[in-house]
Protein backbone atom coordinates (compact mmCIF):
# COMPACT_ATOMS: atom_id res chain seq x y z
CA UNK A 1 0.00 0.00 0.00
CA UNK A 2 1.49 3.37 -0.71
CA UNK A 3 0.49 6.02 0.99
CA UNK A 4 1.22 9.62 -0.58
CA UNK A 5 1.78 13.18 1.51
CA UNK A 6 1.71 16.17 0.29
CA UNK A 7 3.17 19.50 1.16
CA UNK A 8 4.80 23.06 0.48
CA UNK A 9 1.50 24.27 0.19
CA UNK A 10 0.48 27.74 1.53
CA UNK A 11 -0.74 31.13 0.45
CA UNK A 12 1.88 32.98 -2.54
CA UNK A 13 1.55 36.36 -4.42
CA UNK A 14 0.65 36.11 -8.11
CA UNK A 15 3.93 35.95 -9.88
CA UNK A 16 5.79 34.19 -7.06
CA UNK A 17 7.27 30.71 -7.37
CA UNK A 18 5.87 27.84 -5.01
CA UNK A 19 7.42 23.95 -4.79
CA UNK A 20 4.93 21.77 -3.90
CA UNK A 21 6.26 18.17 -3.08
CA UNK A 22 4.82 14.82 -2.58
CA UNK A 23 6.48 12.14 -0.19
CA UNK A 24 5.83 8.23 -1.12
CA UNK A 25 5.58 6.02 1.99
CA UNK A 26 8.18 2.71 2.11
CA UNK A 27 7.90 1.24 -0.38
CA UNK A 28 9.29 4.05 -3.42
CA UNK A 29 7.09 4.65 -5.53
CA UNK A 30 6.02 2.18 -7.63
CA UNK A 31 4.50 3.35 -10.70
CA UNK A 32 2.65 3.01 -13.85
CA UNK A 33 2.51 6.48 -13.82
CA UNK A 34 2.77 9.66 -11.62
CA UNK A 35 0.51 12.59 -11.53
CA UNK A 36 -0.42 16.01 -9.49
CA UNK A 37 -4.46 17.21 -9.73
CA UNK A 38 -5.56 20.09 -8.43
CA UNK A 39 -9.42 20.97 -7.17
CA UNK A 40 -10.80 24.16 -7.68
CA UNK A 41 -13.66 25.16 -5.12
CA UNK A 42 -16.85 23.87 -7.10
CA UNK A 43 -14.91 22.64 -10.17
CA UNK A 44 -14.22 18.68 -10.72
CA UNK A 45 -10.78 17.74 -9.76
CA UNK A 46 -8.36 17.93 -12.86
CA UNK A 47 -4.82 16.85 -14.54
CA UNK A 48 -2.43 19.11 -14.60
CA UNK A 49 0.51 17.49 -15.30
CA UNK A 50 2.33 13.62 -15.13
CA UNK A 51 5.27 11.48 -15.57
CA UNK A 52 5.46 7.90 -16.62
CA UNK A 53 8.08 5.10 -14.61
CA UNK A 54 10.21 5.83 -17.80
CA UNK A 55 10.33 9.42 -17.26
CA UNK A 56 8.14 10.94 -19.82
CA UNK A 57 5.92 13.36 -19.71
CA UNK A 58 2.37 13.69 -21.02
CA UNK A 59 1.00 17.00 -21.94
CA UNK A 60 0.77 19.48 -19.27
CA UNK A 61 -2.75 21.02 -18.67
CA UNK A 62 -3.09 23.98 -21.39
CA UNK A 63 -3.65 26.07 -17.93
CA UNK A 64 -0.47 25.64 -16.71
CA UNK A 65 1.73 24.63 -19.49
CA UNK A 66 5.03 26.89 -19.58
CA UNK A 67 4.35 27.62 -15.82
CA UNK A 68 4.51 24.43 -14.11
CA UNK A 69 7.12 21.79 -14.00
CA UNK A 70 6.65 17.89 -12.85
CA UNK A 71 10.20 15.78 -11.35
CA UNK A 72 11.02 13.34 -9.26
CA UNK A 73 14.09 12.35 -7.31
CA UNK A 74 16.48 10.10 -8.72
CA UNK A 75 14.94 7.03 -6.15
CA UNK A 76 11.43 8.25 -6.92
CA UNK A 77 10.53 8.61 -3.30
CA UNK A 78 9.59 11.98 -3.62
CA UNK A 79 7.77 13.89 -6.78
CA UNK A 80 7.84 17.60 -7.01
CA UNK A 81 5.38 20.21 -8.84
CA UNK A 82 7.33 23.66 -9.57
CA UNK A 83 4.86 26.43 -10.25
CA UNK A 84 6.35 29.93 -11.44
CA UNK A 85 4.24 32.75 -12.01
CA UNK A 86 1.08 31.52 -10.62
CA UNK A 87 -1.99 33.25 -11.20
CA UNK A 88 -5.53 33.73 -8.66
CA UNK A 89 -6.90 31.29 -11.04
CA UNK A 90 -4.50 28.42 -9.49
CA UNK A 91 -5.82 28.53 -5.83
CA UNK A 92 -6.67 24.81 -5.69
CA UNK A 93 -6.37 21.92 -3.65
CA UNK A 94 -3.50 20.23 -5.01
CA UNK A 95 -3.10 16.14 -4.88
CA UNK A 96 -0.45 14.01 -6.00
CA UNK A 97 -1.70 10.47 -7.37
CA UNK A 98 0.20 7.49 -8.50
CA UNK A 99 -0.99 3.82 -9.99
CA UNK A 100 1.00 1.10 -10.54
CA UNK A 101 -0.86 -0.34 -13.62
CA UNK A 102 -3.12 1.09 -16.70
CA UNK A 103 -6.49 2.79 -15.67
CA UNK A 104 -7.35 5.64 -12.89
CA UNK A 105 -5.07 6.49 -10.58
CA UNK A 106 -5.31 4.60 -7.08
CA UNK A 107 -3.49 5.98 -4.75
CA UNK A 108 -3.79 9.46 -3.60
CA UNK A 109 -2.63 12.03 -1.07
CA UNK A 110 -4.77 14.07 1.35
CA UNK A 111 -4.04 17.54 -1.11
CA UNK A 112 -2.08 20.36 0.01
CA UNK A 113 -4.03 23.89 -0.47
CA UNK A 114 -2.58 26.75 -2.59
CA UNK A 115 -3.89 29.98 -2.76
CA UNK A 116 -2.70 32.65 -5.11
CA UNK A 117 -3.52 36.23 -4.00
CA UNK A 118 -3.76 38.35 -7.15
Given at each position: QVQLVESGGGLVQA????????????????FYAMAWFRQAPGKEREFIAGVTGTGSTPPYADSVKGRFTISTNKIKTMMYLQMRSPKAEDTAV?????????????????????????
Open positions: GDSLRLSCAASSPPFSYYCASKATKGPFTYWGQGTQVAVSA
